[in-house]
């Protein structure tokens, strides 16, 4: 009986390590382009509702992936030369809220090795929901990514 407590035991932080959530991140550039109604690229519908009240009428995909990110480890998502997304699932709740701290990297201009923090934050995402942000400058418009939990 000792031996089955001592293997569970010895399983249990292996096992808490191995814990992922199914992440999807897309990315765009958002801008005003006068059009009405709302313009998407292909590949966009599913975030369509996420994005309505935010003032761009178009939307052009720069990228869209998915991972299973581990939890208490960065999971990187590269949306550009220029912007990187990072995420770190921190904790998951009864009702499979998951806690995460995230930021996007921005690459220095003419400083191709130095990033900073564009922005950080942290964040709780239901799953079945989309968390946004945008704002932050990609000629000509606005970067816009949305994060979702698949699963």
Request: aromatic share 6%; charged share 30%.
């Amino acid at each position: 009986m000792l031996w089955a407590a001592l293997l569970v035991a010895a399983l249990a932080p292996a096992a808490i390590a191995e814990q992922t959530v199914h992440l999807k991140m897309t990315a765009m550039r958002g801008s005003v382009e006068g059009v009405d109604p709302k313009v998407f690229d292909k590949g966009l519908a599913d975030i369509r509702d996420a994005v309505r009240d935010l003032p761009y009428d178009t939307y052009h995909k720069v990228v869209a992936s998915e991972t299973r990110a581990p939890f208490q480890k960065e999971t990187r998502f590269k949306i550009d030369k220029r912007y990187t997304l990072c995420v770190t699932p921190e904790s998951e709740d009864e009702h499979h809220s998951v806690r995460m701290q995230l930021r996007i990297e921005e690459r220095v201009p003419d400083k191709p090795d130095k990033t900073v923090n564009a922005i950080k934050t942290t964040i709780t995402i239901v799953p079945g929901h989309k968390i946004k942000f945008h704002g932050l400058d990609m000629d000509p418009g606005k970067l816009v990514v949305v994060l979702a939990i698949l699963d």
